[in-house]
Structures are given as C-alpha cells and as structure tokens.
C-alpha cells in the first residue's frame, strides 16, 4: 500500500498554493483521489487508507470542489459507488449549527 | 511562541510550562514550553495533547499526545478513528511531521506539526462551539495570554542592529529579515519569523511561520486578508532589502 506517498505528493502539490486557489486545490484533491483510488486493491487493511478516504471528500467539500471546473482540464477520477449512510452517520457527519468559523494557532518561539 | 487568539489577536508569550489553549465542553488542548536559549524568555513548544469530549452518539472521548520526536498518527489508545461514519478520525499527512484530526461532528479540524525540533498547533472550530463567555480559566485561545507573560517584540525588532552585542542576540536583524523575506511570509507571521531568527538563530522557525500561515489560510480559505502589521513595526533594513 502506497498511500503515504499519495499524501506526500498531496502535500507536494499544494504546498506552494495561495488560499484563493480553490481550482487547484480541487485538481490537486482529484489527483489525490485517483492516487488513492489506485492503491486501493493493497490498501484494504490499512488504517492510513481508510482514513485517507474518509479526509478527501471533506477536503473537497472545504474548498466547494462539486461546483468547481478542473482548473486544468485534467482531474478525472474514478467514481465509487458510495453506500448510504445510516441515519446516525449523518447526524455525526456534521455540526448542524452556524456556519462561522474560528480560527486559533500556536507557533514559534 | 506566537499565539493567533480565536478573536484574531495577535501575541507573543512566554508561557513557560504546561498551558491549556482550549477548555470547553467539546475539547480540551493544553500545550507544554520549554525556554530555548538563556539570557532569553522566549519558549517554545515541545509537548501538545488533545482531549476529544465524548459525544454519546458520534464519538468516544479519544486522548492524543504528541511531542518532539514523537508525532502519533493514532489516539493514545492506538485507535485511528471512532464514531459512525468515522465521525472522529486522525490522519497522518507526512509521517513524524504533520498530523490532522477531524472531528466532523463538532466540524472541528486541528492539525500538529513538528517543524524542526518544536510543535506547531493550528484549529478551526465552528464559532457557535467556542465559548468565549466564560469568565474563569486561562485558555489562550479564547483569552490570549495575561498580561505578564507577553512579550512586546516591537521593541525588539525596532532596536537599532548594534544592540544585539550586549542583548544575547544570535543572528542579525539584516539576517534574519532577509531569510524571512525569502520565505515569502506576511504580516503577524513575518515579525515572528524574525523575532524568532534574531531570539535563537534557528532557521526551522522560518519553515514554523510559513506552515503557521499555510495552515490558517488553508482552514480559513475565505477569511479575509489580515492587516499588514509589519508596518506597525519600523524595520528600516526590511524597506532597503
């Protein structure tokens, strides 16, 4: 299972982005997801992989990725059929409050 | 270390030893400093941990510690995730050097990273769940650090440069701004790349300050750009460079 290097070139391929670029981000997600996607037949007892494919969606979801075109022309992944979640799931798949998000960091010296 | 409060306030502390940054009925982080170089009060962080509260429907309460030289990619109790849907989940981005949480039912994201030989911590927590009334209790997030652990490093940084033989100081201003430079951070993130190059001399906070902005444009993508504060600060030398 290779998934350690799908996420260092994720981390390779946004690392110079500017927060404004979402279609990036995006083509950068889809790269990951089709990386991910081809490790998948190794990857079905690794722990890494399945929280890997639990982060992208919600990473695509952050930057609108569903309503965002390849930034270019590339991106294409593979779709999986996704089974539907149980009541439950959803109600823990997401706070349900405002919207607003906060920010705190800590760094240096 | 620099600390960006939940409210945008910008600050530099000391707060050597063991801190809580965040304490509220969701999550709990407290993070430990260790001084750095003598003569010097600055500190920086060695040891973070992250209390997930259960939540009776979507997630076990889960415990995370890391510190230098040891950045799990797993719950102390060895588990990744935990909650239906994995509605709590730890992911390792690069092995030894970043790490992220999720907690989709609180739509909480932290992220640790080890740059050089410290730990940086950045969070984005809805703003509903960050309880900024509460009266009692130190969090840093929430209420900044009390007034005698600041540091006023505007002074610093607007010292003449020959001061640095007599004040300890381990690399230049002109040094430490151009390497700054290079690094292409901005704003409260500059003036702390060379308080932190000027304070000890270490080139991996140059690295600290850029993931430290990354990481607040990247869980912000629509935050609006912060004011440039550098110039508040009178670097003479940035201007000529």
């Known amino acids: 299972c290779k998934i350690l290097k799908c996420s260092k070139e994720y981390a390779d391929n946004t690392d110079h982005l ?18 991910v996607d081809a490790t998948a037949r190794t990857c079905r007892g690794d722990l890494h992989y399945h929280t890997t494919v639990t982060l992208i969606p919600d990473l695509m979801q952050t930057y609108n990725c569903s309503n965002t075109p390849p930034a270019h022309g590339g991106g294409s992944h593979h779709s999986r059929p996704t089974p539907k979640p149980s009541e439950v799931e959803t109600r823990c798949s997401s706070h349900h409050g405002p919207r607003t998000f906060k920010h705190c960091g800590l760094f240096g010296d | 270390p620099h600390l960006r409060t939940f409210d945008d306030v910008f600050e530099t502390c000391k707060v050597a030893g063991a801190w809580p940054l965040i304490d509220n009925r969701h999550l709990a982080v407290q993070v430990t400093n260790v001084p750095l170089v003598d003569g010097s009060s600055a500190t920086a962080t060695d040891q973070l941990t992250v209390i997930i509260k259960g939540h009776s ?182 201007t000529s460079l």
Request: net charge negative; charged share 20%; glycine share 6%.
């Open chain 2, 57 to 238: 429907e979507c997630s076990e309460q889960k415990l995370y510690q890391a510190q230098t030289g040891n950045l799990p990619a797993s719950f102390v109790d060895g588990t990744y995730s935990s909650g239906p849907g994995r509605s709590l989940v730890i992911v390792e981005i690069l092995p030894g050097k970043h790490v992220e949480i999720h907690a989709k039912f609180i739509a909480t994201t932290i992220v640790v990273r080890q740059v050089g030989s410290y730990l940086t911590f950045a969070i984005r927590m809805p703003g509903d769940l960050v309880d900024t009334g509460v009266k009692d209790g130190l969090e840093l997030c929430v209420k900044g650090c009390p007034h005698q652990e600041k540091i006023d490093f505007n002074e610093l940084l607007s010292s003449p440069n020959q001061i640095k033989d007599t004040s300890g100081l381990v690399m230049s201003k002109e040094t430490a701004i151009a390497k700054c430079l290079e690094a292409n951070v901005t704003d409260f993130y500059f003036d702390s790349c060379v308080f932190d190059l000027i304070t000890t001399g270490d080139v991996n906070f140059t690295m600290a300050a850029k993931k430290a902005l990354k990481d607040y444009q990247e869980l912000l993508p629509n935050a609006n750009v912060h004011r440039n504060r550098t110039t508040d600060v009178p670097l003479q030398n940035k």
């Open chain 1, 18 to 35: 500017s927060p404004t670029s979402d279609a990036e981000y995006c083509d950068a997600l889809r790269l990951y997801r089709s990386c």
